[in-house]
């Protein structure tokens, strides 16, 4: 078990970008891959992208072409690189490896 722990949300008008970070207690990420996933009041938590344990990575349709996630096994940290950013990107954005979540970082776009 790894204790994982989002940081860099926050709030960014329609257009802007934000960079989020996972940051792992321990070695995962080069061994299991890991992912973001984000979570609105209603609605399941959905696969926002997915990068393996080699260097695949993919993403739910609504955010291709604008968002990034991107690994530094060095460093034990995952990101996930988020440009041209929509109010519908709102949300509670988590990160996961193996059977392991962090706490969660709000993002919030809006004008």
């Known amino acids: 078990q790894v204790q994982l722990v989002e940081s860099g949300g926050g709030l960014v008008q329609p257009g802007g970008s934000l960079r989020l970070s996972c940051a792992a207690s321990?070695?995962?990420?080069?061994?299991?891959?890991a992912s973001w996933h984000r979570q609105t009041p209603g609605k399941q938590r959905e696969l926002v992208a997915i990068i393996s344990r080699g260097t695949s990575t993919n993403y739910v349709a609504s955010v291709k072409g604008r968002f990034t996630i991107s690994r530094d096994d060095a460093k034990n940290m995952v990101y996930l690189q988020m440009n041209s950013l929509k109010p519908e990107d709102t949300g509670v954005y988590y990160c996961?490896?193996?059977?392991?979540w962090g706490q969660g970082t709000q993002v919030t776009v809006s004008s």
């Open positions: 996961y490896c193996r059977a392991d």
């Open positions: 321990g070695t995962c990420f080069s061994i299991y891959g």
